[in-house]
């Protein structure tokens, strides 16, 4: 053997490395690219510094609501009267894909008992570029009259009918001036509330807004009651804003760590079989041609 030659050696780290690395692509196709839109906690003390994602900028509605923020507990909103307590936000505007899944989560607490239809109502929307601009114009105002989306409505304390007040609603074009109000919704399935019943402790609420190849599902989540809805055919599935309200309440009601985030073309499970499967196989194909060099280089001579 030449001396300028140096001996070709199996070398077992380069076949594991070769598997590692398709077992890598496998996971890395079994995920959705996840982007957070909004993550406001409030750290700043304030709310009027739109700096996304980690700020946004919170209108507030009529004078009957007083706001305030602390950077420990969140925003609150204040009713002086039996009004509504209301607030928006904007974040960057998305248009769900077939695959896409846009949730909302934030935590809150009521202060009073509320317990008419629709005291504690939370959506996602778009605004179709239709934006507030400053605080006090109130929510039942010609700017919402096109806005569309999906809402979840419930109530604080303890529902004494027990018939059930908590379910998803959603809004079509041209629904109407009041952007809080149930007669501008298309209310789904109620459901009886499950825990989230008494004042001054935190909750979680949440919703997720997923749109299929059928149609857009909304899950929803207020305290333990879990609620979903299914519309069929071309729903709502552009949004930019998001909304948090408390109806009738004449106390305060608190809300922090305001996440919004997308979950872009999650595949199906038959695709994501399919990908881990091609994945497997590439690195199955990479590491026989590997073996197959080095045991043809053998035979010939040359280790």
Request: aromatic residues 10%; glycine residues 12%.
């Amino acid at each position: 053997m030449s001396a300028s030659i140096h001996p070709l050696t199996w070398q077992p780290k380069v076949g594991i490395r070769l598997f590692l690395g398709g077992v890598l692509c496998c996971a890395m196709a079994l995920q959705a690219h996840a982007t957070v839109l909004l993550n406001d906690t409030f750290a700043d003390g304030n709310r009027t510094t739109q700096a996304l994602p980690g700020s946004a900028q919170w209108y507030i509605g009529g004078a009957s609501s007083i706001a305030s923020t602390n950077a420990s507990s969140g925003l609150t909103l204040t009713q002086t009267k039996a009004a509504t307590a209301t607030t928006m936000a904007y974040f960057t505007p998305t248009t769900l894909q077939i695959g896409d899944t846009l949730e909302l989560t934030f935590s809150y607490s009521f202060h009073t008992a509320a317990v008419a239809d629709n005291s504690f109502q939370f959506g996602l929307y778009n605004s179709g570029g239709s934006r507030l601009t400053k605080d006090g114009l109130g929510f039942n105002n010609s700017l919402f009259n096109n806005y569309t989306g999906y809402a979840t409505s419930g109530v604080f304390g303890v529902d004494p009918s027990g018939l059930g007040r908590d379910h998803i609603e959603s809004r079509g074009l041209a629904a109407g001036n009041n952007l809080n109000s149930m007669g501008t919704y298309t209310e789904g399935k109620t459901y009886i509330q499950q825990g989230a019943a008494t004042p001054d402790q935190i909750y979680q609420a949440s919703m997720q807004i997923a749109r299929t190849a059928a149609g857009i599902t909304v899950t929803s989540q207020i305290g333990n009651t879990q609620m979903v809805q299914q519309y069929t055919g071309a729903g709502a599935a552009q949004f930019d804003a998001v909304g948090i309200f408390s109806n009738g309440n004449t106390s305060a009601f608190t809300f922090d760590s305001v996440r919004v985030e997308l979950a872009a073309n999650a595949p199906e499970p038959s695709v994501t079989a399919g990908l881990a499967l091609l994945g497997l196989a590439g690195a199955g194909r990479a590491l026989r041609r590997r073996i197959a060099d080095f045991l043809g280089k053998r035979k010939n001579g040359f280790c």
